[in-house]
């Protein structure tokens, strides 16, 4: 008869477990606090090195006081120049006009890419300042 009563009292400190020994609650503490990234930084692209061509504008109108034209007179000066080989590349005004712009937008394009990487170069390094990209045009 004893084991029942000893069976159960076992039993219910066995299911209240540590709970009869409860302790009060800690409080959490929490810290925040930045943290460095070591982001490790590409190296600058070299500036642009940009060669100026040369253009020849010609039109076949005369040369006053001469009988030649402007063109005759271009094409006699390349063949001294040149030791009589001559090539012609030509194209249309409205062509050119195409050309210069799309080397407007190459130079936007370019101009506004070496913004954006100051920009994060100066965000991930906070020793030094870094430099902007520049454009070299050299004849």
């Known amino acids: 008869m004893r084991l029942k009563p ?16 409860q302790q009060a609650p800690r409080e959490v503490e929490i810290i925040t606090k930045p943290v460095e990234l070591d982001i490790v930084q590409p190296t600058m692209p ?18 006053p006081k001469e ?12 063949k001294k120049k040149h030791g009589g080989d001559i090539v012609f590349v030509a194209m249309t005004v409205a062509d050119y006009e195409l050309m210069s712009y799309n080397t407007q937008e190459i130079k936007r394009y370019i101009s506004q890419l070496g913004e954006v990487i100051i920009y994060y170069r100066n965000v991930t390094i ?4 870094a430099g902007a990209v520049g454009l070299e045009i050299k004849e």
């Open 46 to 63: 070299r500036p642009l090195d940009l060669k100026e061509p040369k253009w020849y504008v010609v039109s076949d109108r005369k040369i």
């Open 67 to 78: 009988d030649r034209t402007y063109l005759d007179k271009f094409i006699e000066d390349i």
């Open 6 to 21: 000893l069976v159960s009292l076992s039993a219910i400190l066995l299911l209240s477990g540590c709970s009869l020994l």
């Open 126 to 129: 906070n020793d030094e300042p």
